[in-house]
């Protein structure tokens, strides 16, 4: 039986295209299993991952329940051991008055007491060179200012007797005003009978 030409190319294409139909198929049910194989990748990661997206929750609830409360209890106790204790009742306010003094030095508060000018001959130099100072007189006691204005005659002369003694060598030599500040407070201190003369300020000091 004699065969069409035009039938027999047109089987061969369905047949072709039954092979490449049946090749894809064959393709698609190879690449089919491979899939589930990427989710199966990410098991060893995930603990990393977990790990990273729970870490900044953790530091911050460490920080804020943990660290925090811990702190502010430190901080409560140094400042209540820190603070004066004020149950014992007073007895009088003539009698409390010192010690108001004593706690307000402990927390910072000063009394000064400026002294007027100060103007001596320097020696060596025959009343022709002088030295003018001026200082401020730092105390911690309530009655500071009382003590250094009752006084004020004498310490001034005790002041100007020992600048009166200082050279032009002296004056010149580094760290001058830290020997006069505290030969100065020595001398005042001795005369008070005691340290009540905790700081001395030269606010001024001109050689002429």
Known sequence: MATNPETARADAKEAKGA???GAGAAESA???PA????TGDLKPWLPLLIAIVTMPLLAFVTTRF???PRMTRALAASSSSA??????PATSSSASAPEAGKTGAA??????VPMNKLLVNVAGTMGTRYLMTSVTLVGNTADFKDKIEGNKDQLMDLATGALCSKTI???EKPGARNVIRSELMTVLNNALGGPVI???YITELAIQ
Do not use: R, Y
């Not at 927390?107 to 000064?112: F, S």
């Open 198 to 200: 905790q700081e001395i």
């Open 66 to 68: 943990v660290l925090l």
């Open 30 to 32: 190879e690449a089919a």
């Open 107 to 112: 927390g910072g508060t000063k009394v000064m």
């Open 83 to 88: 603070a004066p204790d004020s149950s014992a």
């Open 19 to 21: 092979k490449d139909a």
């Open 169 to 171: 060598a002296d004056l």
């Open 35 to 38: 899939a589930p194989k990427s």
